[in-house]
């Protein structure tokens, strides 16, 4: 009896605290692993586009984790284009345009998984429309 009343009051816990046991939580974005998992996700994105210039994050909407064998990222960003060509020694400094129309803003969600003890990160999808 006592098993049933216990596993019955975590599942209330869990649907009145907003998480579901191993489901995905928000996460501040200055979290040290989405930072790890945005910056890895943004380069694969750029070596992956057929444009000749990179595109930036502008902003970062939502992120989300999971514990899976690792960790799994979910992150959604506003992205924009910038005035630097691939392959210039300025690929992490390069800033948005400022102009609307240059910058053709558009917005990704990049799911990767981590495994930091084993220096593993994987890029498992990525939609941008």
């Known amino acids: 009896?006592?098993?049933?009343?216990?596993?019955?009051?975590a599942a209330v816990l869990a649907v009145g605290l907003g998480a579901m046991v191993g489901g995905f939580r928000d996460i501040d974005v200055n979290d040290a692993g989405a930072r790890?998992?945005?910056?890895?996700?943004?380069v694969q994105h750029n070596?992956?586009?057929?444009?000749?210039?990179?595109?930036?994050?502008?902003?970062?909407?939502?992120?989300?984790?999971?514990?899976?064998?690792g960790i799994k990222y979910v992150i959604t960003v506003q992205m924009g284009k910038?005035?630097?060509r691939k392959g210039s020694a300025s690929d992490n400094?390069?800033?948005?345009?400022?102009?609307?129309?240059?910058?053709?803003?558009y917005q990704c969600k990049f799911t990767v998984?981590?495994?930091?003890?084993?220096?593993?990160?994987?890029?498992?999808?990525?939609?941008?429309?």
């Open 93 to 105: 400094v390069c800033a948005i345009h400022e102009d609307a129309a240059q910058a053709r803003a």
């Open 1 to 9: 009896m006592w098993k049933i009343v216990s596993a019955a009051l």
């Open 113 to 129: 998984w981590s495994k930091p003890w084993a220096q593993e990160i994987s890029l498992l999808e990525e939609k941008c429309s």
């Open 36 to 42: 790890n998992a945005l910056n890895f996700a943004v």
């Open 82 to 84: 910038t005035p630097c």
């Open 47 to 69: 070596r992956g586009s057929n444009d000749l210039y990179l595109s930036q994050v502008a902003q970062v909407v939502r992120v989300q984790s999971q514990v899976v064998a």
